[in-house]
């Protein structure tokens, strides 16, 4: 738990949690990555996604609070500044898992909710593995499949001693030195293409475009999902505009792109710049309950900690608490 999570918990403790009444925007915008009952080894030791009952669960919450819209009716109230009598609600997903297809989109369906998912074109069709999940999965083989710590400490000259330093190890490889986590998977005889083959872990592009005849959004999340405050200023530019470029190609996709990771860090030049290049563009970052100094560019609530009642909660008396000090406005240099 980090600075800001203990923050949060102790406000909403003191406080109560904030009531959803107070809920301080026009607008909710909740974000998962996927949804299953299942030990997903590419994603289990990244963040606790939902099982379908929690998951369920969460959007019957938000469900009494919010109304939840199609990404469309909620760019059309964005522009024209329209408000309604509770707080609109976009669903919104990353990274084109399969599940979203599978599991997500008849949920969904069934309870008359849309969503957005933002996707990686590098994954999808099942071409390569993020290096996130790379990390994950060679975390899980050491944990549930007696592969060879032994041999990680060789290959790497470090001298972990459990699962959770191997952890943290793995999870801090940067986007930079991904290439790593190859030379790892090799060493340990560890195939990522079999591992894709077997899994197939992302939505294919007719996965893409059948969920948009669905009603379902699809939104560029950069090429290969690094962090951009580790790129430069036209690694940054040249990421986001191939990946909303590969939507334009293939004729599928929204005016939409979010950031992976975060926004933390990215220069007011970016901005100026990517929405000068694409005037119509929503941009959305992770960072809760909070305004920017872009008003296109929106923050998100990462939805994946515990359950949805809490985490808005939480997020209220965050925002309450950071209120009084001026910081619900996120200013960029």
Request: glycine residues 8%; contains cysteine; charged residues 25%.
């Amino acid at each position: 738990m980090n600075f800001r999570q203990r923050i949060m918990r102790n406000m909403a403790l003191i406080l109560g949690g904030g009531s959803v009444k107070d809920f301080p925007l026009p607008y909710c915008i909740p974000l998962y990555h996927t949804v299953s009952d299942e030990h997903l080894p590419h994603l289990k030791h990244l963040y606790d996604y939902r099982n379908t009952q929690q998951f369920e669960k969460d959007l019957d919450f938000m469900a009494r609070h919010f109304n939840f819209i199609s990404y469309r009716e909620f760019a059309e109230r964005l522009s024209q500044d329209k408000k309604g009598a509770k707080p609109a609600a976009l669903l919104t997903f990353d990274d084109g898992f399969s599940e979203f297809k599978d599991i997500i989109i008849p949920i969904l369906e069934r309870k008359g909710i849309y969503a957005i998912n933002f996707i990686n074109p590098a994954f999808t069709g099942q071409t390569d593995l993020m290096f996130r999940c790379k990390a994950s999965v060679i975390l899980d083989m050491v944990i549930n499949k007696g592969f060879s710590l032994k041999k990680i400490n060789e290959m790497t000259g470090l001298r972990l001693a459990n699962s959770g330093q191997l952890k943290q190890y793995l999870l801090h490889i940067s986007y930079g030195k991904r290439s790593v986590l190859d030379r790892l998977a090799t060493g340990l005889g560890i195939d990522f293409r079999e591992f894709i083959r077997n899994h197939r872990p992302y939505m294919d592009l007719d996965d893409l475009k059948l969920a948009e005849t669905r009603g379902f959004g699809i939104g560029a999340h950069s090429w290969d999902h690094p962090y951009y405050a580790s790129l430069g200023p036209e690694q940054q530019f040249e990421t986001t505009e191939k990946s909303l470029q590969y939507l334009k190609e293939n004729h599928i996709g929204e005016e939409a792109f979010a950031f992976p990771f975060t926004d933390f860090g990215v220069k007011k030049q970016f901005f100026e710049r990517l929405y000068s290049r694409n005037p119509e563009l929503i941009s959305f970052g992770t960072a809760g309950i909070k305004t920017d100094s872009f008003p296109r560019n929106l923050q998100r609530i990462p939805m994946e900690r515990t359950d949805a009642a809490s985490i808005i909660k939480g997020e209220i008396a965050y925002y309450q608490f950071k209120e009084r000090l001026g910081k619900n406005k996120i200013e960029r240099g």
